[in-house]
Structure formats: C-alpha cells, structure tokens
C-alpha cells in the first residue's frame, strides 16, 4: 500500500500568506517562507504555495518567493496562481519548484496540460481543480461542477469528466478543492473526492475541509484519497504536521 502524504497549503497574497472561509474573509497569517519551512521541520511531506489573486489580477506568479522557498524547504513543494503558459511553468521550475499546478489556464486552454507534460514531464504537472456542488443533471452526471477564478466564475464543466480529461491530456496528479467545504473545519467533501479517486489513475489530493484528525481519517479511508492538504488546521488551531501524522498512525492509517 502507498504511503498516504500529508500537504500544507499555503494561500498567498500580496506576498503574505491568507486565509479564509470559501475564499472569502482572508487574514493574513504570516510569511509564506517561514511558515513552509517551520511546517517542513515539523514533518509535512510537500507544500504547496497557491497565489490565489494572481490569476485574476493577470499577473505572474513571484519567481522570487519560489527561489527563498527553494533554498528553505527540503521536502517538495507546488506553486500555483499566475501561470500563463509553458514560459511561466519553466520558470516557476526554474526558480526550485518541484511541480506547477494550473487551474484556469488548463480549463480556458487544456492543450497546456499537454505541453506541460511533453517539456516537463507528467510528474510535474498538477490539475488544480475547484468543484462545486450543483447536483445531478446531464450537465454534471457527478454533481459537481468546475468553477474558476477563485470560485467565481462556474464552466458548466463536470467535474469527473474534467479530471478524466485532464489525465488524458497530461496531468499527473489532481489536486481537487470543494468550494462547498473549503474553509469550513467541518471534514472534506468526501463524495466529489471519492468519485474522482475512483476515476482516474493518479494520484488524487484532497483539500477543503479539516478541522481534525479524524477528517483525513475519513478523507484517506472512505474517499480513496492518496493526500490530504490541511491549511487551517496548522495555521491557526493548534495542531503540529507531526501530532497530525502520529494520529493518523494510530488510527491505522499508513503514513510517510
């Protein structure tokens, strides 16, 4: 059995790290370098910087933050937001990250997924993938539906479909966000996830929702997830990437 990983997601804005509740009502919570590298001491097996503005503001990703977090982290690490094309990926690259996530950009032009993975490699290429919950109809058989722009703007896409594709064209891995818990503290959207692990052949990170141990437990077990992103559970209720995984051992769950 593959051992299931543990990601921090840090949302970043104006160069300082956010959070907030179905991306809306953002805090800043600190310095995005500091608070990757303390969460790297602490045991999370990856990181992943998302600039959740730099999309809708049309501006790149900061090459210069990647570079400070390249030289600080020893454990891998994504970064997101503000990638306009193949240039921007080998940039973000370039600069030390270990893979680049796409989310708008592949649902307004899915050959990038493709060329992504021609230069880079699949392994480097990650489908960022926001899903609301709209229910059933022949528009979305799965229920759920892709919205971009921070969850703004909805694409009438399925989200299964969608994450099939994506994995056709290139995608290594999907990182599936659920608008409906983001934030919340209440668990992760175990369906939507399910259905997607179930559907493809990479592997699937679940994010939106933890609040407790007992959260990934479930996300891991019930919903096939091979990892779990957790944001507010290390940034501001108390819980240690280290005390997080000892849980996760002792309730059977097979960890890094």
């Not at 893979?99 to 708008?104: A, R, T």
């Not at 699937?204 to 507010?232: C, K, P, Q, Y």
């Not at 940034?235 to 059977?252: M, V, Y």
Request: net charge neutral; charged share 25%.
């Amino acid at each position: 059995m593959l051992l299931k990983r543990l990601i921090v997601c840090l949302d970043v804005r104006d160069g300082r790290v956010t959070k907030g509740v179905r991306f809306q009502g953002n805090v800043d919570v600190g310095d995005p370098v500091e608070m990757a590298a303390r969460y790297c001491a602490q045991g999370a097996d990856e990181i992943v910087f998302y600039d959740i503005t730099a999309s809708a503001e049309r501006r790149a990703c900061d090459l210069g933050m990647v570079a400070r977090a390249a030289r600080a982290l020893t454990v891998p690490f994504t970064v997101g937001g503000g990638i306009r094309g193949v240039e921007d990926m080998r940039a973000a690259l370039l600069a030390g990250a270990d893979k680049v996530s796409l989310n708008s950009l592949a649902v307004r032009d899915p050959a990038i997924l493709t060329q992504g993975a021609e230069a880079f490699g699949s392994q480097c290429v990650v489908l960022g993938m926001d899903a609301r919950r709209v229910g059933r109809g022949a528009a979305c058989p799965s229920g759920y539906e892709v919205v971009v722009r921070g969850g703004r703007e909805p694409t009438g896409r399925d989200a299964v479909a969608w994450a099939k594709e994506a994995v056709a064209r290139g995608a290594g891995e999907i990182c599936l966000n659920a608008i409906d818990t983001d934030g919340v503290r209440q668990g992760y959207e175990l369906d939507i996830t399910r259905q997607v692990a179930e559907a493809v052949g990479v592997p699937v990170v679940a994010s939106g929702g933890a609040g407790e141990i007992a959260h990934l437990v479930d996300v891991f077990r019930e919903a096939r997830a091979d990892a779990a992103l957790v944001a507010s559970m290390v940034h501001t209720l108390g819980f240690t990437c280290q005390g997080i995984k000892d849980g996760l051992r002792q309730a059977g769950i097979p960890v890094r």
